[in-house]
């Protein structure tokens, strides 16, 4: 922040996406095209929700408007969050929830699992626990958000009936890594302990799947990327071609800028690249993403 004239934000991550072997990366954005607004939410766990509507608020007013007067495809919204909190997905929906006629993407901080290390969002030359980072671009060059996701649904669901945070105790009421090899088994598959992001869990709202990635099997338990709660209804996905689909997603959001893309900044779940690593196809998803000037982790 020192060494800048300009705001930096940022957060730990366990890995680093840019064009070439790094372990730190960032992108700078400088000229009259854009101007960019910054809000800040802090102690998450007393109140997520209306904590990041306030910093859509901040965002917003720094930039001399209200969130009702951002505009599709002239604002845009990047957010970082403390992926540590518990708190993720309360402010997710808060601060998309502040300016619903815009697009929300984001990340999490991160540390390696079982690791002690707290994970930290920053923004001024601060670092920050339980808290996260909402910013605003206002862009006179197109800005196009994009999801690229490669899992299909099975016909393999459970209901969460035990839950703590990203862990879960219990599916249909029996332990959840019991139940888990049970559904794989169904689906004519076999669960690889070592390797569990072969397969994912997702909640489907309005016939939407929001994926719920699997980091790791403890025992009885299944760890999340992300919390659940019980009661949720999590479907069992299966992975299709994760090359070919993250290449065509990107390819279509070039093309509906025009062809031409400035900069790529990629928010790209860790189980992809595990996925990739234990399919031999880390260079290859690395190729799709090193077409475009990619920062991200």
């Known amino acids: 922040q020192k060494a800048l004239p300009a705001p930096v934000v940022g957060c730990a991550t366990v890995g680093v996406v840019a064009n070439g072997p790094a372990t730190v990366a960032a992108v700078g954005f400088y000229g009259d095209w854009l101007r960019v607004g910054i809000g800040v939410a802090t102690e998450l766990p007393k109140s997520a929700l209306s904590r990041a509507r306030d910093a859509v608020d901040r965002a917003a007013t720094s930039l001399g408007i209200t969130p009702q007067a951002l505009v599709a495809g002239k604002h845009a ?3 970082f969050v403390d992926g540590m909190c518990g708190h993720e997905e309360a402010f997710c929906i808060g601060s998309a929830a502040a300016a619903p006629h815009i697009k929300f993407v984001g990340g999490s901080s991160s540390s390696e699992h079982g690791s002690s290390r707290r994970s930290f969002v920053w923004a001024n030359g601060e670092v920050l626990a339980d808290a996260g980072v909402v910013v605003l671009l206002d862009s ?77 099997i403890e025992g009885d338990f299944v760890l999340l990327a992300s919390s659940v709660e019980p009661g949720h209804v999590l479907h069992v996905m ?24 400035s900069s790529l900044i990629a928010f790209s779940c860790v189980t992809r690249h595990w996925e990739a ?12 993403y090193n077409k475009y000037p990619t920062t991200g982790f």
């Open 140 to 216: 006179a060059l197109p800005t196009e958000p994009v999801t690229s996701s490669h899992l299909t649904a099975t016909p393999a669901k459970a209901v969460v009936t035990a839950a703590e945070g990203r862990l879960i105790e219990e599916l249909d009421g029996v332990p959840a890594a019991h139940r888990l090899r049970q559904l794989i088994a169904q689906l004519g598959g076999r669960l690889d302990e070592a390797h569990p992001s072969e397969y994912a869990f997702a909640r489907f709202v309005g016939g939407k799947p929001y994926a719920r990635s699997i980091h790791v």
């Open 238 to 261: 299966r992975p299709d071609d994760l090359i070919a689909e993250t290449e065509r997603d990107l390819a279509a959001a070039a093309n509906r800028i025009g062809g031409e893309v």
């Open 77 to 79: 919204a990047l957010t």
């Open 277 to 288: 690593q234990a399919k031999g196809l880390n260079r290859e998803l690395a190729a799709v």
